[in-house]
């Protein structure tokens, strides 16, 4: 996990390519923090020494980054009242949602990874 203290291109460049050594699969998304860190340094750094400190392609990067600035202006819906996640046995990657707001109650039934359940979770509530 990534701090928000003390950002510096070489550690948060050091933690993408620590998470890709370590992957069982060269195409396993980054976790939301690392991409959160990662979009905090383009407040400090051009976007394409971002971009290749995370060892990342500039167009993706932008594109990222772009995509996560339309998302934060956007306005947030009412508020949800509830949710609950049941996660069977770790390491199986199936997790469904039971999301209540107001009067309404929907499920969901999804295969994710399991850090992107986390990062689901953070941009629902």
């Known amino acids: 996990m990534i701090m928000n203290n003390n950002l510096d291109l070489a550690t948060v460049g050091k933690q993408f390519r620590s998470f890709r050594q370590k992957s069982d699969n060269k195409f396993s998304p980054f976790p939301c ?3 959160e860190a990662a979009f905090a340094l383009t407040k400090m750094h ?10 990342v392609d500039f167009y993706y990067f932008k594109k990222k980054l772009e995509e996560n600035v ?9 508020k949800i009242s509830f949710i609950e996640a049941s996660i069977p046995n770790y390491p199986l ?12 109650k929907t499920s969901l039934h999804m295969q994710l990874a399991f850090h992107e359940i986390s990062c689901l979770m953070k941009n629902l509530l």
């Not at 339309?70 to 009412?78: L, V």
């Open 46 to 55: 051009p976007i394409n020494k971002v971009a290749d400190a995370i060892g």
């Open 33 to 35: 923090d690392f991409w």
């Open 70 to 78: 339309t998302r934060a202006k956007k306005p947030k819906p009412d």
């Open 93 to 104: 990657r199936e997790v469904t949602f039971e999301i209540s707001k107001e009067q309404t």
